[in-house]
């Protein structure tokens, strides 16, 4: 039923009087005359049922409940009920639909609520309360973004953690949360968020997200590079970290941890294994995968039986295997080291002048006073037992930087040549530069951009950030560069991400 407006009567007003068909209620001569027709209360000869609901178990409307529920309204258009006052009213509830089941109306529950004041003000203030819940819940979400900078949520004690700590900080300057804290009509079961539970749920939610984000811009990238490596961490478990290199967006190379998880088959078919099973686990598709790399352990990097032959078999198609640069030029150094006598007597009198100084003040102070006379003098460090690189580091940056200074009869005559042509060719440079523009000329400004962008890379990065422009065009080149960008070079990753995982855990 549809009230007509009248052109005679231009205060009669038009409405429809099924609920579900009613326009929102814009002014009060539609308020009123909705008010004398009343609810809309239809009385059918037969409801109708539920056909997704087995014959047997069926249910309707009954009209009985308009004695139960005066201000029941029923929608033959959509077979379901609304309360009357509720849509009168913009401050409301607008409609309210009947469970398609027809098993409960829940307008015993629902005009109870209207019709008692005190119960309408509890709902409204649950509504609110539920509102600021959320605004929390995002303070604290913010606030669990502490691994970003490698600090652990918490440390020995629970009350003492990064994250509680910088909750009770943030709550002297945010009042809503020093009221979340205080207020105990808040938390009647004293619920914070702040015990272990909630901050080791917090950390699954980062972690869930900021893996999805990953793998979403690995999959975007169309190929990328696998790394792994293995250390016990403090409970003696052999952790796998697997480190995805891959190029992003922007045209960066990115290197991003993918997962770092228990791993007990130490060999080079299991890593193998647990590597593809974390590829597959996260979506990935291994026909994107380019390359691998790992260190020199011979489960990782054998020819025969290490991870990186297994793996090439498991995926059907050989990866190029890329040896990690660091560990190799490591090993080098080590070796060539362990090769002379001179050197290792060096490293040992090196070492015990360290140690005799270092280990009491009295002397120390003394050695600090004399090198802070000698000009370019370096500080004695002590021996890095892992890595002999450092070695070189240390100790062979004062002898070449000592023979630098000790060089005689430099040619400088022949840099003096040198520069003398390069300031005649200089001349002629600038020569053929006057000329430019009057050749740019022929050209129009569009094309003068795209010299003046050219003119300016120098390095295969430049190349890589302006092809996308032309990547219909050089699509070939784009993806060569892009697959350059995407070998990996060293596993350090890995072992940073060892690193960060004794931190957290300690």
């Known amino acids: 039923m549809k009230l007509k407006v009248n052109d005679s009567n231009p205060g009669q007003v038009s409405a ?24 809309f209360q239809p009385r059918l000869p037969c409801f109708p049922t539920n056909p997704d609901i087995p014959q047997g178990k069926q249910n309707h409307f009954s009209p009985r409940w308009y004695d139960e529920y ?83 949520f918490r440390g020995d004690s629970n009350e003492d953690g990064n994250f509680y700590q910088l909750v009770l900080l943030l709550s002297r300057h945010v009042p809503n949360l020093k009221r979340w804290l205080t207020d105990k009509r808040l938390n009647p079961y004293h619920v914070t968020y702040l015990s272990p539970q909630s901050q080791n749920e917090f950390i699954m939610l980062l972690e869930k997200e900021l893996r999805g984000k990953v793998i979403e811009e690995v999959k975007c990238a169309c190929m990328f590079s696998v790394m792994a490596d ?66 020199f352990a011979a489960a990782m990097s054998g020819e025969f039986n290490g991870a990186q032959k297994n793996l090439s078999e498991l995926v059907g198609r050989h990866i190029p295997y890329i040896p990690c640069q660091a560990h190799r030029c490591n090993t080098v150094i080590e070796h060539s080291c362990n090769a002379s006598a001179i050197v290792q007597e060096m490293f040992e009198i090196l070492q015990a002048l360290y140690v005799f100084f270092t280990s009491s003040t009295k002397r120390f102070q003394p050695l600090k006073d004399e090198i802070t006379k000698v000009e370019n003098c370096l500080m004695l460090r002590n021996l890095s037992k892992t ?14 930087l000592r023979s630098m200074f000790e060089t005689r009869g430099f040619p400088i ?47 295969i990065a430049d190349i890589f950030n302006s092809l996308p422009s032309a990547k219909k065009q050089c699509l070939e080149v784009h993806t060569m560069i892009k697959l350059y960008y995407t070998m990996p070079l060293t596993s350090a990753s890995c072992e940073r991400t060892f690193s960060a995982m004794r931190r957290l855990k300690t």
């Open 70 to 152: 005066p201000h029941l309204e029923y929608s033959v258009e959509k077979d379901a009920v609304f309360c009357f006052v509720c849509s009168l009213f913009d401050d409301t509830p607008s409609k309210e639909k009947a469970d398609p089941s027809w098993k409960t109306t829940g307008s015993t529950k629902h005009i109870d609520i209207q019709l008692d004041k005190e119960k309408r003000v509890a709902q409204i203030q649950e509504a609110q309360d539920l509102e600021y819940n959320r605004q929390i819940i995002l303070i604290l979400l913010d606030i669990a973004k502490t691994p970003r900078q490698a600090l652990p």
């Open 413 to 459: 005559d022949r840099m003096i040549d040198n520069l003398t042509h390069a300031l005649i060719d200089k001349e002629k440079l600038r020569t053929q530069l006057d000329d430019l523009p009057t050749i740019l000329g022929l050209y129009n400004v569009e094309k003068k951009k795209k010299i003046t962008s050219i003119s300016r890379i120098s390095t």
């Open 16 to 39: 429809e009087h099924d609920p579900a068909l009613r326009s929102e209620v814009r002014d009060d001569n539609q308020r009123e005359y909705l008010v004398e027709l009343g609810p």
């Open 387 to 400: 890595r002999w690189s450092a070695r070189a580091e240390k100790y062979l940056e004062q002898i070449l």
């Open 230 to 295: 293995t250390t016990p961490d403090e409970e003696h478990t052999d952790r796998l970290s697997v480190v995805l290199r891959y190029v992003s967006a922007t045209g960066k190379p990115t290197e991003r941890l993918l997962d770092l998880s228990k791993t007990e088959d130490k060999t080079g078919l299991g890593q193998a294994q647990d590597i593809l099973s974390t590829i597959k686990r996260c979506g990935l598709n291994t026909d994107s995968l380019c390359f691998q790399s790992y260190d």
